[in-house]
């Protein structure tokens, strides 16, 4: 894939190194898509049908979605995976400088409808390769027009940051909790600062693991601020143990919070930022604008630059640059435990 190709979900794909994303029928590089049929995969009527399903003579992954709603698909696995035209599939290394390399397919699935993902090169003697996979209905979002709010930029400076991903995302902001959230590319490290004042309601910052396994989904670091206007932002993937606030505290527009990390689900070092008019763990997030040290008033847009004084042209050398940090945010060292689930196709 072209450095920065801005895909058409509003997703910038050298920002998912390793990942790979089919929604629905839409994406030419899947094996197939079809209506699921019982009868053609020699299914009783009251038998249970497998979510995932790999052919053991040609290594055919085929994801099923037999419910009555759309479903989202995120599968891991460190087997070379082959796309019908048989070329290979990029992949991650598993942990960051080390490890066996890892590829992720982020897919979405209409209901009573199959795709055929890629085949699987499987090992000698291999009957079933081992996939770590989180499936979960795909609801929508209950007004996505929603939203007034106008925050600061969240970073110091003059210093130029690549929006990597908009509103509605391709690559993970199709769900109802992350549906308005932006991320920029930014090194590990960078000061992160209060886009209103307001006070601290969360602070989370233990968190180690980071990288495109799916695994990674389930834990990452953020901090959240109450604004004075009402509103609820979170800011996710900071770095660990970097938060310089703590719960109750009042902070002031363009105070520095943390730093930038690449903790959870993270091809790469990035920043995460989204609006929502509640602290639950499951609010629907809304739209919103950054106001730049002009008081203009922008939505980001994947492919494009900025900072404080708003959008803005690449840094010289930026694409000579980018082939240097290619692999930083592949994973970083795993010392937590696994969470979440992986799938025995054996019984499945």
Known sequence: MEKDTVLPGNFVGSAGRGCHIAHFNKDDWIVGYSRFDRAELGLAEDSEVPEISVDPEDGLLTVINASDVPKSFYLSLSNECINEGFEVFEMAKKKKGKGADCITFVLLVEPQHMMDVCYIDLDEDEIMPEIYSHVTELKTHSNPTFGDAVVGFPFQGETPFLCTQGFNGEFT????????????????????????????????????????????????????????????????????????????????????????????????????????????????????????????????????????????????????????????????????EDSGSEVDLGEA
Request: negative net charge; glycine residues 10%.
């Open 173 to 336: 902001h199709f769900k109802p909790e992350t549906f308005h959230a932006v991320d920029w590319r930014c090194p590990v490290g960078t000061p992160v600062v209060a886009v209103g004042d307001g006070e601290v309601v969360e602070v989370s910052d233990s968190h180690k693991a980071g990288g495109i396994h799916t695994k990674n989904l389930f834990a990452w670091n953020s901090i959240m601020l109450k604004l004075d206007s009402g509103f609820f932002v979170e800011y996710v993937h900071i770095n660990t143990e970097s938060a310089e606030v703590a719960v109750g505290d009042r902070v002031t527009q363009g105070q520095v919070i943390c730093e930038s990390g690449e903790v959870g689900f993270c091809p790469e070092p990035h920043l995460h930022l989204q609006v929502q008019t509640t602290n639950e763990a499951t609010a629907e997030t809304i739209k919103f604008m950054i106001k730049d040290a002009k008081n203009n008033t922008y939505v980001p847009q994947a492919g494009k630059w900025y900072n404080a004084e708003g959008e803005c042209e690449a840094p010289p050398g930026e694409s000579e640059s980018e082939e240097e940090s290619e692999g930083e945010g592949a994973e970083r060292e795993e010392d937590e």
